[in-house]
């Protein structure tokens, strides 16, 4: 098998590996070489005896993609890379990671997806069939590639956060539970429509049959009309699965919340809501999520419930920083899109909100939904002219050049009861690594300032 890696990174390393291990003639394209690490993993891709190709022209390229059996893109390699008109001209093979792996193991796994929430549902179901005495590990977008997984030794389940990216290009994948959170505009920079992002994110399920469960949130429309049924009344006709619907609407039938107890969808009592560390809206809806998955794929209720009481949350994902002043300090920098950034706000009433980076082809402009619980925005990076445009007219906006000078001006306006919130609703990629560099900074800038003030952290 003369197979092709798109992209030497984490996930194209794996490839060499699980390649090697096949006996294939494995050859890697890297577009951009001189990025920080590479070295390490050109000389660990030679070693396996790997050929690295560094950034072919058209020529080169076409003639790599000739001489390949199969191709593997990276996660993330955009669809405008020529490889792909490149692999449809020539009919070879192409698919992602996440389907290679698929056909290399028989552990049953746990797929989520969706706009948001994915990496912590992904953590809840694994944490719960932990505590339930079932070998779990994740994998994915989160922790480890599948690919790396499916080499060593397997657990009892693997749950995996898979992204639109990576179902694009499945064939046969077959989760036997699959999660779709939630579908909103992101990614519009990769995909040319939102309808080409929807029907990605329905690659999920395109392969189970009766004997799989597909977990779907019944208060987000896309997913509703995915799973193309009344809500509770089970099979849809777009889906061989069983459905399990999540609500935190109160839609009968569905793992829901009554009177402040969270329900499975056969009314079991799972938790109260007070026994979460946090309890905003869109929590409970993955608290939800998590436990259906999680029963679907062999937890019990009390390692359910015992994972749901000692989960205290991920970084960077409405994490507080601290306090001065009767005010809060927030950092979201996870949110890289609208629909996270409404998410977020749902949970406040009075907001000062730090927004900006790089927007990723996204309407900003549904932001001015919440423009009645924001007294103030502080706007930086490429979308700063965007967001002030957003919000002219609704609230004060003003527009820094540095997150130092975010951080600056949300003090000057914040008052007591104010919560200041980093939701940027846009990329990082203007000014920092990920989303992970960008709360790190906002961390230091807002803990600099309450050691300044002497505020609780």
């Known amino acids: 098998m003369n197979l092709l890696v798109i992209g030497l990174g984490v996930t194209g390393s794996a490839l060499c590996r699980f390649g090697s291990s096949q006996g294939w ?72 990671e996440i389907e290679l792996a698929s056909q290399a193991t028989t552990v049953p796994v746990v797929a989520v997806t969706g706009t948001n929430g994915k990496t912590t549902v992904t953590t809840l179901v694994s944490e719960m069939l932990t505590a339930s005495g079932r070998g779990a590990c994740v994998a994915g977008n989160i922790g480890r590639p599948l690919i790396e997984v499916v080499q060593g030794d397997q657990p009892d389940v693997i749950v995996a956060e898979v992204s639109s990216f990576q179902l694009r290009f499945t064939e046969s994948f077959h989760p036997a539970v699959a999660v779709i959170l939630n579908v909103a505009d992101d990614h519009l920079d990769w995909h040319p429509t939102f309808e080409h992002y929807r029907d990605a994110k329905a690659r999920i399920f395109a392969n189970q049959d009766g004997d799989d469960v597909l977990v779907l949130n019944a208060d987000d429309p896309v997913c509703a009309a995915m799973g193309d049924a009344p809500m509770g009344e089970g099979e849809g006709e777009r889906t061989r699965a069983r459905i399990e619907w999540f609500s935190t609407t109160g839609l009968p039938g569905c793992f829901g919340i009554e009177n402040g107890v969270l329900l499975t969808s056969a009314g079991e009592v799972i938790a109260d809501v007070s026994e979460l560390h946090e309890a905003r809206p869109h929590d409970i809806g993955n608290a939800l999520a998590a436990s259906a998955a999680a029963l679907a794929a062999g937890a019990t209720l009390h390692g359910v419930v015992a994972a749901l009481r000692a989960h205290e949350g991920l970084p960077h994902r409405l994490t507080l920083v601290g306090e001065a002043g009767g005010v809060r300090w927030y950092d979201d920098s996870k949110a890289t899109n609208p629909h996270a950034t409404l998410a977020a706000l749902s949970g406040f009433d009075s907001v000062v909100l730090m927004a900006g980076g790089r927007n990723k082809g996204l309407d900003l402009s549904v932001l001015a939904s919440a423009a009645d619980r924001i007294r103030h925005v502080v706007a930086f990076g490429e979308s700063a002219p965007e967001l002030e445009a957003v919000f002219a007219g609704r609230c004060p906006a003003e527009r820094v050049a540095s997150m130092g000078e975010a951080v600056a001006a949300a003090a000057r306006v914040a008052v007591p009861g104010d919560s200041v919130v980093l939701s940027p609703a846009c990329a990082s990629f203007d000014a920092y690594s990920d989303y992970a560099a960008r709360g790190r900074d906002f961390t230091a800038e807002v803990q600099g300032l309450l050691d300044t003030e002497g505020g609780d952290q």
């Open 25 to 96: 003639d494995v050859t890697v394209v890297e577009d951009s070489p001189g990025r920080e690490g590479y070295e390490r993993l050109r000389s660990e891709a030679e070693a396996l005896g790997a050929r690295v190709v560094e950034a072919p022209d058209a020529a080169a390229l076409e003639a790599l993609v000739a001489a390949a059996e199969l191709i593997v893109p990276s996660p993330g390699v955009p669809v405008s890379h020529p490889v792909y008109d490149a692999a449809q001209r020539g009919g070879t093979r192409l698919v992602s």
